[in-house]
């Protein structure tokens, strides 16, 4: 990859807690871990460790205790909400004098490159399946949304992948839109990771699911001019926070296993790399980190993170340490 030589990204304007005052200081109710962990109430444990293997990223730290800490409480907030929203269904049924079948409940899961986004969303969804009122839970990743290479090189886009103008922000809201709808079959296009592209006539096909996890670092973004957002199609929100030097050390670790596996293999558009030196398989990791990620974290990411409805921060360990649930 030859990202644009940029600049290095100038240094975050807020503080953390004068950010979370601009949220108004109201906004969150604030849970350190273990108090958290007691809104379990007797949510059963549903996992078993021989499950949990399928669902680790790339390492394979993803503890138990971060799944009945952390993850089960989660599961019973959003098992009550989405209960919720199904008898406010009933009330506009009543109003309409017709039945109607819910729409799927949709969560939207934000953070930065490397922050474990798609981890935390593996689990969330295999957790969710496991209650018996809502067994279908579909994962749609925005990277199917990014615009194929062919379109972002002839743009000149290539170093700016992940940012706002990267992705085909209609095609995102009109694969939402139809999903809200209820439509019987909506399909996503799939990108790969190993080619860096979008799979040409792949798709991601979701049929009505009861939950719809959609996750990706863009769907807390306004786009300036458009009618409709990602977040006008959730009904519940979460982003993942940690330390920018804790993502970084995640962002190049991960980068660095890649290149062990992945990269080794020659489609991937990394091949280039398999075979670099330690010390220059980070300082391109570095580099792609700083350029790139970083920039788009501290420019269109973090600056989304008040509009979650939950906030997870997690510490060097990649365990959440603390959890923000907005008052209403
Ligand atoms: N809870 C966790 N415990 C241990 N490692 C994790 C955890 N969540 C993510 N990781 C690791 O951190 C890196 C980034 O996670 P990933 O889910 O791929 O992030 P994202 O989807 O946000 O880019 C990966 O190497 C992943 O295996
Ligand atoms: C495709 C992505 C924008 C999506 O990131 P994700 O939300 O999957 O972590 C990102 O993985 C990416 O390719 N960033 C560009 C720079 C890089 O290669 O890391």
Redesign the pocket.
Known sequence: MSPASLPAPPAPALTLRQRRAAAGPQAYRIFPRAEWAALRANTPLSLSAEDLEGL????????LE?VAEVFLPLSRLLNLKVAAARSLGLVQDTFLGRQVAPPPYIIGIA?????????????LQAILARWPDHPSVALV?TDGFLYPTRVLEARGLMGRKGFPESYDLRRMIAFLSAVKAGEAEVGAPVYSHLTYDIIPGQKQVVRRPDILIF?G?NVLQAAPGAPLLASDFFDFSVY?DAAEADIAE??I??FL?LQRTAFQQPRSYFHRYKDLPEAEAVAVAQRIWREINLRNLRENILPTRERARLVLR?GA????EEIWLRRM
């Open positions: 680790r990223g790339l390492t394979d730290r993803l503890s971060e953070g930065s490159v490397a922050v474990g986004k798609s981890t935390f969303a593996r689990v990743t996750e670092l993942v995640w962002y670790q991960r296993l997690k360990g990649h365990g959440v």
